[in-house]
């Protein structure tokens, strides 16, 4: 386009009919300025003068970006074209202007490679910013610049760690920064094995969550609450994986904490219905539901209607069921959603035992919608496998309603408590 602003001019004059005055008039552009590029002697005109120019002949400005990017190596107008591709929020010219600035010989690497990170975080669009931190990732790949390809792991999975629609292969893609975790600072270091470690846990990949959280704390030297959330991770993993002696050390690490809250007579109260201390774990229970806050009590509700189920007390699990405004999640955090799911699925194995069949099955369902949610197939085939088992030994048939919520949750139709 650059190069041919001469023929433009000349065809919008043809077809206009106007003077070089009046073309002058329209554009903003002097008429000398306008002549020396008609006659050609201006091959390639100025940023400025061009953008005037299109805007005048309504050419879209990001075409003008694209354009420049072609013809230009000067580092500070790459910079310049960065940022404008970035504030029109056009992801494929933000790709194109990152990809121009990184392999431009005019512009030392590393300084280009700072250049994309500092962009990247005064931008606040996600989509913007994964296109920077994509460009940058690819090409530190390619190159074997292990540090600035660790800032960038990094950074890509803060972003895409909070869009739980594709949970799994987030982290997935997150544990590459494993690879090079050794070249961020200590405090990014710690912080990413405990993001990952708690990610672990909500796919329950409890073995790894442990390993992950516990090479923070190694190198942890503080008392933070995210040390504290991971504590409660690994007690949590341990308990599901029924080591009870771990579970207790590290709930005694966990307690010692100055961020521990409620939750420690949770996770005390886990150890005591794990033991088959069935008294003692209500009364823990009981308290952290008085003490918590609504969004903080589906978990232990959950937990309480396995012993509740346990210990045959009907009575006291339709009583906690009809409260469930006093705790359903107001929010859709991942965690929560697993909590979520994990509670309408006891809540279903309840209401079956109690021959309270359609609200039982529709309670399985809307565990299936949730877990649908993380992408956690096999929690989804094993509630499927639960809803089929039912129906087999009860020799019923699914009604028509329950078919049509199953064929919308297999369409990735999401559904709500």
Do not use: W
Not at 330 to 351: E, F, G, L, T
């Amino acid at each position: 386009m650059v190069e041919d602003v001469r023929e433009m001019l000349l065809r919008y004059r043809r077809q206009e009919n106007i003077t070089i005055s009046e073309l002058a008039e329209r554009t903003g552009v002097s008429k000398s300025v306008l002549s020396r590029i008609e006659s050609g002697e201006t091959k390639r005109p100025g940023f400025t003068t061009c953008k005037k120019i299109t805007r005048a002949l309504q050419i879209p400005y990001a075409s003008l970006v694209s354009s420049y990017l072609d013809v230009t190596e000067r580092a500070e107008m790459l910079k310049f074209l960065l940022e404008e591709a970035v504030s029109l929020n056009n992801r494929s010219l933000v790709r194109k202007a990152a990809q121009k600035l990184l392999e431009t010989p005019k512009m030392d690497t590393f300084l280009a490679l700072d250049t994309l990170l500092q962009v990247a975080k005064e931008k606040e669009e996600a989509e913007i910013k994964l296109a920077l931190y994509d460009v940058l990732i690819d090409y530190t790949r390619r190159r074997g610049i292990p540090y600035y390809l660790a800032k960038g792991l990094l950074e890509r999975y803060e972003i895409e760690r909070d869009h739980f629609t594709q949970f799994e292969e987030t982290y997935r893609r997150g544990k590459e920064l494993l690879h090079y975790i050794e070249y961020l600072h200590p405090f990014e270091r710690i912080s990413a094995y405990y993001r990952l470690g708690v990610h672990a846990y909500i796919l329950d990949y409890y073995q790894e969550c442990i390993d992950l959280c516990s090479k923070g704390i190694r190198e942890d030297q503080t008392d933070s609450k995210q040390k504290a959330s991971a504590l409660i991770a690994i007690v949590n993993a341990y308990l599901r994986l029924n080591d009870l002696i771990l579970a207790e050390l590290y709930l005694k690490k966990y307690e010692k904490s100055e961020y521990a809250d409620f939750r420690k007579n949770h996770l005390r109260a886990l150890l005591h219905a794990k033991k088959g201390e069935y008294d003692q774990a209500i009364r823990l229970y009981k308290e952290c539901l008085h003490e918590a806050k609504q969004d903080a009590r589906m978990t232990i509700v959950s937990d309480l209607l396995d012993v509740y189920l346990e210990t045959g007390r009907n009575d006291s699990i339709n009583e906690l069921i009809d409260s469930e405004d006093r705790f359903l999640p107001v929010d859709c955090h991942p965690n929560r959603i697993k909590n979520a799911a994990r509670y309408y699925q006891r809540k279903s194995m309840c209401q079956l035992s109690m021959g309270r069949i359609d609200e039982g099955i529709d309670s399985l369902l809307k565990s299936i919608g949730y877990y649908r949610q993380l992408g956690a197939s096999e929690k989804v085939i094993e509630c499927f496998g639960l809803l089929v088992k039912h129906h087999r030994l009860s020799g019923k048939n699914l009604s028509y309603d329950h078919m049509e919520i199953i064929e919308k949750i297999c369409n990735n139709d999401a559904i709500k408590g």
